[in-house]
């Protein structure tokens, strides 16, 4: 019943693909095709490109990525918590406390360690 | 609600096998009704009702933005010009698709695709109504009610970071670089905040189905109407126009810095996916906050199943009722996001994520704490949420002083801790003293 359900998701997959590729054939089909060496330049208004694009980035979006995926974590083990949370009494509330006052001092540290400084 | 895990379990799955039984039966040329129920939601719902709503939101939003700025907006084409989306969508077609010569033209192709698919898939799970009846329990105009709906909607939408990143990434351009990077940021950072508020209503609904969500409503009081609900709903709101980049958070595709961020290098059609997706997006946003906090389809102290009780009216007068109030409410909350585009600037990159990391995400941890007081004080005791003297106005009592001081100690921490404007303003400020002296 339940694992059933899925195959509407497998079916909204297949038909949004199409639904997006479908106005592509019709462009392909309808719309003036001129090609010329400046219109396939790259567009940085107007100025020619210089040097390569594709390069190593800045750390800073490494470590943000990096606490997203510690904050992420504990959704994950908040959620069945949070689920079975009327079954559990006061227990569960103290032990998720102790859980978060644990990962807010992570983030307290992080802050202080100035992680979260855009520089 | 507390459903008593033993005992209310056997009976759901009761239900359900019964329900599954009327499903399976042979409808139409031997197909079972629920494949007849999957095709019509396809064909009118997905790919036939959807689409047209996201046109017409993008000629109310033009409508209402140039009210915000006094002018009369679209107007040529039609009456009200309510055929621009017509001719948008003709022109958006018969435009040359241009691929820069240095880009990867496979992932240029795939990235609105899957923005796109991203952004249909979050709409499966939302309940638009109330639908069939099993037992006591409604289970929602939706075309499928998963157990784990909320989860599985956060894990898609999570994927349109996927998307932005590779149209950016794909261009080859180093400002649709810069625009994906800032919003890959930028939506990782508002997604722990948007999770975060959810926790709250799967603590007080013991489920992660939004049916389950949605039929807790409708028995005790929308989830705006407590006080960790409102606060909750506030972050998410914050998240939701966040996690779809629109204005004051729209810094991947600034126009005045980095052309049009990752998007930058597309044209005709495949700039109009990617339109589509935004609008779609915006949809069903609006939706979960609807299903989420406002009660979904539901009448607030006024309960549309009564109405069923006697067997007299039909179903479908009912949902007809369910889906209009759903429409205003989403209505509603689509134009709140107009309304904040329309009022407020473009935040800088350091005010977004500082917002997000230190206002936001203790902001929402300190808030399920508060809901799991709400859940001991209210809910635990099966109590409606309106402040009515009693128990419930117990609830109100501890709550609302402990949220008014977790929002002050947090903007009171963000401000002793920032180092930025003061000093920085200050020397600023010095040379263009000397000038005038």
Known sequence: MILTQYIFVGLLLLGAIGFALAPLAVVLLVAPVKRSKSKSDTYECGVLTTGETWIRFRIQY??????????????VFLYPWA????????????????????????????WAKGVLRWV | MNL????????????????????DEPMLLGISRQWVIWIAWLALGFFGLFPGIVAYMVWAERKVAARFQDRIGPNRVGPLGLLQPIADAIKLITKENIVPGSADKVVHLLAPVLLLVSAFLTLAVIPFGFG???????????PIDLPSGLLYLIAVSSMSSLGIFLAGWASRNKYSLLGAMRAVAQLVSYEVPQVLATVPIILWTGSLSLVAILNHQVEFGWFIFSPPGFMAFVLLTIANIAEVNRTPFDLPEAESEIIAGYHTEYSGMRFGLFFLAEYLSVFSVSCLGTILFLGGGSLPLFDLRDLLSDNTTSFVFVNAITVGVFSVKVILYVFLMFWIRATLPRMRVDQLMAFAWKMMV????????????????????????????????????????LEIVA?????????????????????????AASLVR
């Open chain 1, 62 to 75: 490494y470590i943000y990525a990096l606490m997203f995926v510690v904050f992420d974590i504990e959704t």
């Open chain 2, 407 to 431: 929002v002050f100690l947090v903007f009171w921490i963000h401000r002793v801790t920032r180092e930025d404007s003061a000093p920085a303003l200050a020397s600023a400020r010095r040379p």
């Open chain 2, 362 to 401: 203790p902001l929402s941890i300190i808030n399920i704490l508060i809901a799991a007081i709400w859940q001991e004080v209210v809910v635990g005791h099966n109590l409606n949420y309106i402040p009515v003297f009693g128990d419930t106005f117990r609830g109100w009592l501890v709550t609302v002083p």
């Open chain 1, 83 to 110: 689920v079975a949370y009327g079954g559990l009494g006061t227990f569960a509330l103290i032990e998720m406390v102790v859980f978060l006052a644990l990962l807010s001092v992570g983030l307290a540290y992080a």
């Open chain 2, 132 to 142: 069939g009846k099993v037992g006591n329990r409604l289970t929602g105009l939706t």
């Open chain 2, 4 to 23: 008593a895990f033993s005992t209310a379990w056997p009976v759901l799955w009761a239900q359900q096998a019964t329900q599954t039984a009327w499903l």
